[in-house]
């Protein structure tokens, strides 16, 4: 997120947001589409994908249960010619074996160049196309009894996804997600049964500007967002899933929340701008709803409506809107939720375990 002088900082917010929600909201009256109505864009090399002689399955419409269905048919070595064949389709196919993904998304990679080529990891989405998207695993998903999908917000990109936003290596949405999955290894549950995804599989605002303030990248992202947990439900139907989010990623999970699976037990929204309702029972969804917001974070001064598919609606750590308040009082900023040593990073590591909170730490 951009930042303001020292002085003046919360005013200069808080007429920017108001300026954008208030004084710009008769222009905007289109009402936005709902986000499954939302056009996917195909990843590289569909139309070579679709043209190929075995009749290979539409990775946009087809579901991805029946994409799994169909890649079963494939003995390994087809899949993993397939993988070399067509890397960008594979690497992003929802319902693909993971080990298939990371193979096919390596190869993507390589071929991508600096700044994606020599990076480590396992990468179940990657995509240079705009801004890039990327999704990061830490853990063994195909053994995971318990999966957390961390969404970053504003500001990040594939580009960035490394090194965090402004070159600040705690802003980096791998790091956050390294930190998050390293953390859980301390507690009782075995680590080969937890795994960490963390998703950026939309494009996300630049800062707090009028991108920032509708919900039409939220949209995109919250479809696309539906499709990826349906894809892993497909993976692993018994495992139970935890959502993260981050500050506009918070508004993606609150806009794709009453279409997302019922393995999803938790949603976490910290640092966020609203997630698109006044109250958590509007979210339309069975998972218990957490939130968390530093008293020294930029985003309490959001004005919380939602007009006209501008504002995000209330804030998700006020009392009135019906979340599970998590501690954040430690937190110096908006950037440092998930900073080891930190309240918040302590609950948010239990809730994407277990799905309970944990006490203050002393």
């Not at 494009?203 to 967002?225: F, K, M, N, Y």
């Not at 139907?237 to 929340?257: F, K, M, N």
Request: charged share 20%; proline share 9%; with cysteine.
């Amino acid at each position: 997120m951009i930042r303001f002088a020292r002085s003046g900082w919360r005013s200069s917010l808080f007429t920017c947001l108001t300026g954008v929600l208030i004084s710009l909201a008769p222009a905007a009256a289109v009402t936005l589409p709902p986000s499954g109505a939302v056009r996917m864009t195909p990843p590289v090399g569909t139309a070579a994908w679709l043209a190929d002689a075995r009749r290979l399955p539409d990775p946009v419409r087809t579901d991805p249960a029946t994409i799994h269905r169909f890649l079963s048919t494939l003995d390994p070595e087809e899949q993993r010619g397939m993988a070399a064949t067509y890397p960008d389709v594979v690497g992003n196919l929802d319902g693909a074996p993971p080990a298939l993904r990371y193979e096919a998304n390596r190869r993507a990679m390589a071929a991508a160049g600096p700044p994606y080529r020599d990076q480590p990891g396992q990468y179940l989405l990657f995509d240079p196309r705009g801004q890039g998207q990327v999704a990061q695993v830490f853990g063994d998903l195909e053994r995971a009894d318990r999966i957390a999908v961390l969404a970053p917000g504003a500001g990040n990109r594939a580009g960035n996804f490394w090194r965090g936003v402004g070159g600040k290596r705690f802003r980096s949405p791998s790091a956050q997600g390294e930190n998050l999955y390293r953390s859980a290894r301390s507690h009782t549950m075995p680590a080969e049964r937890f795994a960490v995804v963390v998703w950026l599989g939309y494009d996300a605002p630049d800062g707090i500007d009028l991108s920032a303030a509708r919900e039409d990248l939220a949209h995109t992202g919250a479809a696309a967002l539906e499709r990826f947990v349906t894809g892993l439900t497909v993976l692993r139907p018994r495992a139970t899933i935890a959502l993260l989010g981050y500050s506009y990623g918070s508004t993606v999970i609150g806009i794709a929340a009453r279409r997302l699976p019922i393995q999803v037990t938790d949603i976490a929204a910290f640092g966020s701008p609203g997630m698109g309702v006044d109250r958590a029972a509007e979210l339309g969804t069975r998972a218990r709803i957490w939130a968390a917001l530093s008293p020294r974070d930029n985003m309490r001064w959001v004005p919380g409506v939602h007009v006209r598919g501008l504002g995000h609606g209330a804030q998700p750590a006020e009392p009135g809107f019906g979340a599970i308040v998590i501690p954040a009082d430690d937190v110096p900023n908006h950037d440092h939720y998930l900073t080891v040593g930190t309240r918040s990073q302590a609950s948010l590591t239990s809730i994407a375990l277990f799905g309970t909170d944990v006490p203050e730490m002393p």
